[in-house]
Structures are given as structure tokens and as C-alpha cells.
């Protein structure tokens, strides 16, 4: 297997978390995969660029993140876009923030590391679903992957199983609880508390942020029912095509006669093709106890795809996570070959 020049842009949570992961399972991916690595060059707005061509002293790095000071060793005057264009990295892990108005700065890092010969692997939503097509054919030109299964479901592989295991199904329809924010607070809502309270345990624990709009309003799940489209899909949907409404106006009333309707609330995204029309939705549903997706609690996600042969499969497991997130970086490098 190729020795992987890594080079990150972005290192706040998941970056973080990619970087303990390589340390802790260094060795067991060496002896199981013959995964060799060097994390050449890290650009972060708080923290500066370092970059060194023979790899990175990454414990030092984490030592200077836990003290909360600026890159020591091997540091650069470069921002991202230098440190995309001079190093010698193979591949870029794009991990800056989300934009889904404009896709910037992460589209103009994933072109230019393309344009420079470099793999790409995000979790970012904004590429993906702003930009997925343009992307891919980009990196298809020059013989690169463009691979972001983080961006739905952090790293339960949803858009690895339907490219890889699923394979030869056609999948027709694809319907999802894809906001971990969202889905806990309409659990809690259950437990009892209204809709502000179950809001602010939530921001207590660090699942919704001071502004919770991207998810409450249902825009977190719009981006991520056009990636799922788009990737898994084959479309060419764009997020204004997507009907959206959030859970702001679900009240503990309407929740307390679901239960006694024998149903849950639930916001759901959900995509249907019927030969070459999309329908594509983001809405909270009442569905039915029996419903496969009825289950899902607390921050988890989960979705089912409706395919030509093998019927519904379904997929559960977490959205979001430092480590979670990581490991979707970490699984995409090792289908670079
Ligand atoms: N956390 C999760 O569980 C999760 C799950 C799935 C997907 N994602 C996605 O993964 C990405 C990273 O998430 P995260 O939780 O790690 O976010 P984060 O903790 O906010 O880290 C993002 C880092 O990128 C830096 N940054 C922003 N613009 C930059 C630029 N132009 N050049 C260099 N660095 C820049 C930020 O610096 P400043 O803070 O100084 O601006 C910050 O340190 C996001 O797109 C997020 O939506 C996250």
C-alpha cells in the first residue's frame, strides 16, 4: 500500500479527533491494512500552518492544543490555500466549517487541492452538497477521489455501504432521521419537557449550537437529503429544490396526543424517484410505533433505502463525534489506493 501524505485543513473537533485516532491505532492499522501515513502540514485559523515534508511530530501538536497555544514545531506564515499548492501532500482533509449558502472557504479548498493532484476527503456539507458533481467530475478528470462520507451521519456508513455493499440495487427511494440535534429534543419532549427546555439541555450538552437554526429549522437535514440524492441517487438536486420545515412548531401538546395516537413525532428527509422526478423533503411526521425509524432515539440517525432488490435496509448509528467524525476520515483514506 502507498504511504499517505495527509495534510489537514481545519483542526478543531474533528480534526482533533482524526489526529488521536491515527496515534492511538498506528500500529493496528499498519499490521492489519499495511496503512502508512505521514500527516505532513496542518492550517488552522487558530491555531497558524505547520508543515514539515517527512511528517509531523503529532504528539507535540496535540500537546499544543491542550495547552491552548499556537503551533510550536515547523510552523508556516501560509494559509490554508498555500499549504494546499506547496506541500507535498497526497491528500486533503478539508474540516473547516459548514457554509450551505455559499460552500465557502471548503469549495475553493477542495478545488484547489484537486487542481494540484491531491485526494480529497471531507466531512464538510458544503462541497458536498453545493458542489458534489462539479467536484467529482474534477477529481474523475485527473484520476483523484473526492470521498465525503462524513458529511451524512459522521461515520456510520451510509453513502460507503450504498457505493460499495449495495452495489447493483438500484436505490429508489431513501427516507432518514439525519439531525442528532433535532431527534434528542424531540426525545426529551417526550420525557416531558417543552420544546425550549429540551432546547437548552441540549445546548448544555453540546449537540445544538447558541444559534440552533441550521438544525431546528431543518436545514442541516435539507443539505444532507441533497447529498443523499445526489451521491447515492445519482441526481442533480439542488438544496432550494428541497421543501423544508423544522420542529419549531412542535408543541408538548402535540406530542402528548401522538403518544396517544400510538405514534412519534419525528423530522424526517425523505427523497422518492419516480422514473426522472425527484421529490425531496425535510418535515416532522407522526409515524406509527412499528415504523423502523419510530425507534430511534436520543441523538442517534438512521435511514433506510428502498431498493429494486433487496427491498428496505436500513442503517442506525451516530451523526455526529469527535471520534465518530474522525473515523469517517480515517475510513475514506483507506479506499484511496
Ligand atoms: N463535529 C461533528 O460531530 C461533525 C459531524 C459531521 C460533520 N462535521 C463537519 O466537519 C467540519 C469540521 O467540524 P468541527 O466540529 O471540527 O468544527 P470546528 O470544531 O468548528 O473546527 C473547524 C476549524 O476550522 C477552522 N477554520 C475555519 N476556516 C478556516 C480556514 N479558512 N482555514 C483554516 N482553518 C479554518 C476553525 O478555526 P476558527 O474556529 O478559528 O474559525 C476551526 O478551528 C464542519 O464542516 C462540520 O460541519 C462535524
Known amino acids: 500500500m502507498i504511504k499517505h501524505k495527509i495534510a489537514l485543513i481545519g483542526f478543531g473537533t474533528v480534526g482533533q479527533g482524526f489526529i488521536e485516532i491515527l496515534l492511538e491505532k498506528n500500529f493496528f492499522l499498519k499490521n492489519q491494512y499495511g496503512f ?50 506547496y506541500s507535498n501532500a ?27 493532484g491531491k485526494h480529497v476527503v471531507t466531512c464538510n456539507k458544503g462541497p458536498a452538497a453545493l458542489a458534489y458533481s462539479e467536484l467529482k467530475t474534477l477529481a474523475d478528470s485527473k484520476g483523484l477521489r473526492f470521498l465525503i462520507e462524513g458529511t451524512v ?21 431513501a427516507q432518514g432521521i439525519l439531525n442528532g440535534t433535532t431527534n434528542y429534543i424531540l426525545t426529551r419532549m417526550e420525557a416531558g419537557l417543552t420544546y425550549e427546555n429540551a432546547l437548552k439541555e441540549a445546548q448544555g450538552l453540546g449537540y445544538a449550537e447558541a444559534d440552533p437554526s441550521g438544525d431546528v429549522e431543518g436545514y442541516d437535514t435539507r443539505g444532507k437529503v441533497t447529498i443523499i440524492a445526489n ?10 429544490e428541497v421543501a423544508c420545515n423544522g420542529i419549531t412548531g412542535i408543541t408538548h401538546n402535540d406530542i402528548e396526543q ?9 423530522l424526517i428527509g425523505t427523497i422518492k424517484k419516480n422514473g426522472n422526478t425527484i421529490i425531496a423533503s425535510v418535515s416532522p411526521e407522526k409515524i406509527p410505533l412499528s415504523h423502523p425509524l419510530a425507534g ?10 428502498t431498493t429494486d432488490l433487496l427491498g428496505d435496509v436500513s442503517i ?10 474522525g473515523f469517517s476520515i480515517l475510513n475514506d483514506i483507506l479506499r484511496i489506493k
Open 36 to 85: 502508512e501515513f505521514d500527516v505532513v502540514g496542518i492550517s488552522d485559523i487558530a491555531y497558524g500552518t505547520v508543515y514539515n515534508p517527512d511528517g509531523l511530530d503529532l504528539s507535540e501538536i496535540l500537546e499544543d492544543i491542550c495547552i491552548g497555544r499556537s503551533f510550536t514545531q515547523d510552523s508556516r506564515s501560509w494559509q490554508a490555500l498555500d499549504l494546499i499548492k
Open 316 to 325: 442506525m448509528g451516530p451523526g455526529a463525534g469527535r471520534k465518530e467524525t
Open 231 to 240: 451521491v447515492v441517487m445519482g441526481t442533480s438536486l439542488k438544496l432550494e
Open 258 to 266: 401522538a403518544s396517544l395516537e400510538g405514534c412519534k413525532w419525528k
Open 90 to 116: 497526497t491528500v486533503l482533509c478539508e474540516m473547516t466549517y459548514t457554509n450551505l449558502k455559499t460552500g465557502e472557504p471548503a469549495i475553493s479548498h477542495c478545488k484547489a487541492a484537486l487542481n494540484n
Open 153 to 173: 451521519m459522521s461515520g456510520t456508513p451510509l453513502l460507503n455501504m450504498a457505493d460499495g455493499p449495495l452495489s447493483g440495487c438500484e436505490i429508489i427511494a
Open 296 to 305: 430511534v432515539m436520543g441523538a442517534m440517525n438512521a435511514v433506510t433505502f
